[in-house]
């Protein structure tokens, strides 16, 4: 490993620019949960940083191992430099730096398509402002096997340490596009015969009634403000979530949940 221990080296001064989000097409993961999920993807590694306090049990060696088979420097630090770079009150104890997937629109087409044992379903984040509730739909959208993800510009960053936790490394394995702009992926959704749908608390079906084997675009809007007027005149299908007891409605993240587990549900059969 390499000895890090001034708080003022270049690549800790890099460290804590990306952990802020001022440098482009680099991302910071911290902890060993989503460097396990680093190890497991294809993304590029370009810095690692341990903590001297880190713990070197079976599976941390193991996964530093794997790093180092790939000819990529380790940097040991001091407990109190890490947290100068953590984005975390108390670091785990190793950060990485990683190159982001390409999350542009060329290569989202290039990797899409509805394949057998796929929910026939791309979810539309539309100016998703909250970095977790954002990362949880990417967490769920993964677990129930959706056709892709587009997040709309004016949304939270899919990478960013929030997003990444929440998420636990499901935007490394998605197929993403985002900053997309809403006009082009309406007029995308058409080319795909995607039936465009969203929630709508004056919607007449309910989230069972609704088809899920046919392909869709599922739109969520923004935590505060939902979907524009404007917005809404575009979608083909709307759909509720009934409630009781005067709940008007739910966390968006939960929302999302429940509709594309129906959706799995109705596929098997």
């Known amino acids: 490993m390499l ?3 001034s ?3 270049p690549k800790l001064k890099l460290a804590r620019k990306v952990r802020d989000g001022r440098v482009k097409d680099l991302i910071f993961i911290e902890g060993l949960r989503l460097a396990e999920e680093v190890g497991r993807s294809d993304l590029l590694t370009e810095e690692i940083f341990v903590a001297e306090s880190f713990d070197k049990n079976e599976r941390s060696a193991l996964l530093l191992q794997s790093f180092q088979q790939k000819s990529i420097a380790i940097n040991e630090v001091s407990d109190r430099l890490l947290q100068t770079i953590a984005d975390t009150k108390t670091s785990p104890g190793i950060v990485l730096i990683c190159r982001q997937p390409p999350t542009d629109k060329l290569h989202f087409e290039a990797g899409f398509s509805i394949k057998f044992g796929q929910l026939p379903i791309v979810v539309l984040l539309h100016q998703i ?3 977790s509730n954002l990362g949880a739909i990417l967490r769920t959208a993964e677990a129930v096997n959706v056709s892709g993800i587009i997040v709309s510009s004016n949304s939270a960053d899919v990478f960013s340490p929030k997003s990444l936790r ?4 499901a935007g490394f ?3 993403l596009w985002t900053n997309a702009d809403f006009e082009e992926i309406s ?3 058409r080319e795909q015969n995607l039936i465009t749908t969203a929630a709508d608390i004056n919607a007449e079906k309910t989230y069972t009634e609704i088809d899920w084997k046919l392909p869709r675009l599922l739109i969520f809007g923004s935590e505060a403000h939902g979907l524009s007027n404007e917005s809404r005149a575009k979608i083909t299908e709307q759909l509720v979530i009934p409630m009781d007891n005067r709940v008007e409605s739910l966390n968006l993240a939960v929302s999302c949940g ?3 587990f129906e959706a799995k549900r109705q596929a098997k059969f």
């Open 187 to 189: 007029v995308w959704s």
């Open 3 to 5: 000895k890090i221990t």
């Open 166 to 169: 929440a998420s636990m490394g």
């Open 173 to 175: 394995r998605l197929n």
């Open 7 to 9: 708080r003022e080296n």
């Open 129 to 131: 402002n909250n970095p």
């Open 258 to 260: 429940i509709i594309l």
